[in-house]
C-alpha cells in the first residue's frame, strides 16, 4: 500500500489535517510542539466517482475502493538532523515512506503559538528541507565510508555507486528535494532510488489557511505556490480546520457546506488526488455483480503485471485481458452493450493499462 508521510514544524496543523484526513481523533491536537510523539497511522480511500455509478449498473453494493496510509510524523525543529527535538527518531518515519505531504503554515492566529514566534512559510519550508538535506548528507558520508576500500580497489560497482553519491551530495547543497530522473542516466538512477534519500521523496506543499482564505489563498499561499512550481513540486490549499469539520458531517451535507464556501471538491480530495499524479499511479477497476473494486498501478504497467496485483497466480498464467473503458461502460451500461458497440477489446502481454479501464483477465493455472 501507498505510504505517505505527514511532516512540518510543529502546530502547522498536521495533526488537525491527519485527523480529518481519516475522520477519527487517534491524532491528538494540541496549542504546543511536540504534541505527536508516535506516529499515527490511517488507512484513507481514495475518492473515485466512478465506482458508485459502476455499482449502480453492476446491481452491486460491495464497493472497494483503492486506499492510501498516512502517518503524522511529529513536528521537525531546526536541529532535528543533530538530534534536535526528537530528531533522528523523527527523521527515520519519514525514510519509511514513499511520498512527503509537506504541511506549511499559511495562516494568523495569536492564540496559535508558532515554533519561530512568526508566520513565514518560505522560512518553514527551509527549516524543514535544511535538516532533511543535512541528514541525507550524513546519510551518504557514512555510505562512501563503507565503500571506499572497493572503490580505492577499483571495483566497478563501488566507484560507480561513489559517483552516484558524490553527485548527490553536491545536490543536496541547495536543501532541495531532488528529483533523481532528472540529474541520473538509467545505471546510477538505480542506485540513486535505492539509497531511500528524504531529500528524493515526492513532495506536496499543503498550504494550510483560514476558513476566510481556502477560496482565494493569500499571500502566504502565493509564495508557496511560486517555491513550489519553482522546484518541481506540486501545491494544495487546505483549511484543516474546515476538513476536520466536514468530517463530522453526512456527504449531502459537506457538498452543502463546501457549495456555501464556493468550493467545489475537499482540499482533501484534491491533496490525494495530487498525491496520484505525483507519483505517477493509475487506477483499473474490476466490476460485476460480487463487487466493484479499485485497483493501483503505477503508469506503463503492463497487463500480465497489472493482473499479478490482484493474485500472482493471474500474472503467472496471463492469456488475455478483457479491456472496456469505464466511460463506455457507464454510457452503455452492460458488457453485453459494451461489446455489441465494438468498445470492449481484447489486449495481449504487451498492452499498458490504462487509467479507468475495466478490466477481465483471462488466465490459466
Not at 67 to 83: W, Y
Not at 107 to 127: A, C, M, Q, R, Y
Request: hydrophobic share 40%; with cysteine.
Amino acid at each position: 500500500m501507498l505510504r505517505t508521510g505527514i511532516v512540518g514544524l510543529p502546530n502547522v496543523g498536521k495533526s488537525t489535517l491527519f485527523n480529518a484526513l481519516t475522520s477519527t481523533r487517534n491524532a491528538q491536537s494540541a496549542n504546543y510542539p511536540f504534541c505527536t510523539i508516535e506516529p499515527n497511522i490511517g488507512v484513507v480511500e481514495v475518492p473515485d466517482e466512478r465506482l458508485p455509478i459502476l455499482a449502480k449498473l453492476c446491481k452491486t453494493e460491495n464497493i472497494i475502493p483503492t486506499a492510501i496510509e498516512f502517518v503524522d510524523i511529529a513536528g521537525l525543529v531546526k536541529g532535528a538532523s543533530k538530534g534536535e527535538g526528537l530528531g533522528n527518531q523523527f527523521l527515520q518515519n519519514i525514510r519509511e515512506v514513499d511520498a512527503i505531504i509537506q504541511v506549511v503554515r499559511c495562516f494568523d492566529d495569536e492564540n496559535t503559538i508558532h515554533v519561530d514566534g512568526k508566520v513565514d512559510p518560505l522560512s518553514d519550508i527551509e527549516v524543514i528541507n535544511t535538516e532533511l538535506a543535512l541528514a541525507d548528507m550524513a546519510s551518504i558520508e557514512r555510505r562512501q565510508a563503507r565503500i571506499a576500500k572497493s572503490v580505492k580497489g577499483g571495483d566497478k560497482e563501488a566507484v560507480l555507486e561513489d559517483k552516484v553519491l558524490t553527485k548527490l551530495n553536491e545536490l543536496l547543497q541547495e536543501c532541495t528535494f531532488i528529483n533523481v530522473n532528472d540529474h541520473f542516466e538509467e545505471d546510477e538512477l538505480k542506485i540513486a532510488k535505492s539509497l531511500n534519500l528524504m531529500s528524493t521523496k515526492p513532495v506536496i506543499y499543503c498550504a494550510n489557511v483560514s476558513e476566510f482564505d481556502l477560496k482565494e489563498g493569500n499571500n502566504y499561499t502565493k509564495q508557496v505556490g511560486e517555491y513550489a512550481a519553482s522546484h518541481g513540486a506540486e501545491m494544495v490549499i487546505i483549511s484543516a480546520k474546515i476538513e476536520e469539520e466536514l468530517a463530522e458531517l453526512g456527504k449531502e451535507e459537506a457538498v452543502e457546506y463546501l457549495s456555501d464556501l464556493g468550493i467545489t471538491d475537499s482540499g482533501i480530495n484534491k491533496m490525494i488526488k495530487s498525491v496520484y499524479s505525483l507519483l505517477k499511479l493509475r487506477t483499473f477497476i474490476t466490476a460485476g455483480e460480487k463487487e466493484v473494486r479499485a485497483w493501483t498501478i503505477t503508469a506503463g504497467t503492463k497487463a500480465p503485471q497489472a493482473a499479478g496485483v490482484i493474485h500472482t497466480d493471474f500474472e503467472k498464467g496471463f492469456i488475455r485481458a478483457e479491456i472496456t473503458p469505464c466511460e463506455d461502460f457507464i454510457k452503455y451500461g452492460s458488457y453485453p452493450a459494451c461489446k455489441e458497440k465494438g468498445v470492449t477489446r481484447l489486449e495481449g502481454k504487451d498492452y499498458e493499462v490504462q487509467d479507468g479501464d475495466l478490466v477481465h483477465f483471462r488466465f490459466a493455472v
